[in-house]
Structures are given as structure tokens and as C-alpha cells.
């Protein structure tokens, strides 16, 4: 259990705010952000069929007092606007993580873990989920060795639950993102002095489409680049080394 204390930066961490040409108002920003902390970490190591076995969950939960709220979910002359405040009421995170790793034969393992996020904001038009956080993920790994261990490979897929998307101007309800699933691989050959790797990243090439509005107004008020949820490029394969100068 702790208490945290941070100084809110409207800027710096809200970097991405900057491609967005709603007109933006300051009312009530915090000059601290305060918050309470607490949870549990559980880890075991049970042997199965004589090899180990780790198991790994997380649980906590935050509740802010004060908190800078960025809403983009208001309208002022019908217009959409992006308002700084503070918190109304008490946002707050919940937070559980569950992480289970395996060797299933000689040089190959495999890791499954899952989290569940509920992440809700006290906004001045009530308390919501907070945009782009997915309440679920979920990601598979598998891990290979070679008994030389110059051969290394790894496959990992995950999976991203769907995410709230801030409402627009006229929207009554909120809308949510699509679900997706990505999977990316490397294969690496390992030398004393030298590394060489290839792999491919979004092998399943899911991209999210229309991410900018208003693409071709980008100097009017519905201008908004910041609901990005998912890649915006195809499969991205690469090739490489690393060399070791010591």
C-alpha cells in the first residue's frame, strides 16, 4: 500500500493532444496529482512432471483524489472542445494480471498471460471508461533454444479486447473499438562477437483504417489525429545484426 504525488504536466504528457485542432479550455487544473495504491503480487514455482513451472498474479488498484482529466467529449456552440480539470468525484484503476510460463519439451517453452484493466475517469458529464485502454489483453509466446544455443526463435500473438472511443459531437452513446489479434516472430543466429536476425511484425497485417478525421481538412476545428487503437502499417518484415565490440 502507498500514497503517490505527482505534478501534472498538460503538455509533455499529453503529447498526442497536439494533433487535434479542437479549441481548448483550462478550468480547474490540479497543481498535484494524489493517489492511494494497494494490492497483492502471488508468485509460485510448483513442479510439474519434474520441471518448473511459474506462476505470477498481479492485483491492484489506485484511486485518484486529484487527477488531471483531458475530456474530448464536449461540445461549446456545437463544436467539439478539448477541456483540462481536474477529476469530479474519484477516478479510479483496477488492475489484474495473471502471467503462467512452462518448458514443454527440451528447448521449447511456452508463456500465456493474460490482464484485465478496469479503468474508469470522473468526467464532468459522469464517470466513464477511459478511452483507448483495452479492459482485456491477452498474449501467447512461444520460446526456442537450440542445445548450442546459437539458434534462438520466438512466436508471440496477442490479443487486444475492445477499447472505448471518445463520443463525438451529436453521439449519445459511446462506441468501442474492434477486437484484434497481431502476431509477430524473430529467428536469431547467435555468434561469440556477432548476432543475426530476421523476423516479420503484424504477420496477421490487421490495420485500422480512417484513423485520421477530417484527413482532408487538417486545419479545421474537426480535425483529429489521436484515435489511433491498432497499427496503421501492414506486415513489417526486417533483417539485421548486432555486433559486440567487446
Known amino acids: 500500500m502507498g500514497l503517490g504525488y505527482r505534478h501534472p504536466r498538460v503538455y509533455s504528457d499529453n503529447l498526442n493532444l497536439f494533433f487535434v485542432n479542437y479549441e481548448k479550455v483550462f478550468s480547474n487544473v490540479p497543481d498535484i496529482e494524489t493517489s492511494i495504491n494497494y494490492g497483492i503480487n502471488l508468485v509460485g514455482k510448483p513442479l510439474i512432471n519434474n520441471k518448473e513451472l511459474n506462476f505470477n498474479l498481479d492485483f491492484y488498484i489506485t484511486e ?3 487527477q488531471l482529466v483531458t475530456d474530448l467529449e464536449q461540445i461549446d456552440q456545437n463544436f467539439n ?3 483540462y480539470y481536474n477529476v469530479v468525484g474519484n477516478s479510479n484503476t483496477k488492475s489484474l494480471g495473471i ?4 518448458p514443454i519439451i527440451y528447448g521449447i517453452s511456452a508463456k500465456i ?3 484485465y484493466t478496469d479503468n474508469i475517469t470522473g468526467y464532468e458529464h459522469g464517470n466513464k471508461q477511459t ?5 482485456w489483453r491477452e498474449m501467447t509466446s512461444l520460446d526456442y533454444e537450440s542445445n548450442n544455443k546459437k539458434w534462438t526463435a520466438n512466436l508471440t500473438g ?5 477499447m472505448r472511443i471518445p463520443q463525438k459531437v451529436n453521439e449519445t452513446e459511446s ?6 489479434f497481431l502476431l509477430q516472430s524473430t529467428v536469431n543466429y547467435i555468434l561469440p562477437k556477432i548476432e543475426f536476425y530476421i523476423g516479420c511484425e503484424n504477420i ?4 485500422q483504417h480512417h484513423a485520421i478525421l477530417s484527413a482532408d481538412a487538417p486545419f479545421s476545428r474537426t480535425f483529429n489525429a489521436t484515435e489511433i487503437y491498432a497499427p496503421i502499417n501492414g506486415i513489417k518484415p526486417f533483417i539485421g545484426f548486432r555486433y559486440k565490440f567487446k
Do not use: D
Open 113 to 115: 498471460g493474460m490482464k
Open 131 to 135: 478511452p483507448f485502454i483495452a479492459k
Open 204 to 207: 496477421t497485417n490487421y490495420t
Open 158 to 162: 496477442q490479443w487486444i479486447g475492445k
Open 175 to 180: 462506441t468501442y473499438s474492434k477486437e484484434y
Open 64 to 66: 485518484f483524489n486529484n
Open 99 to 102: 502471467t503462467v510460463s512452462y
Open 81 to 83: 472542445i478539448l477541456k
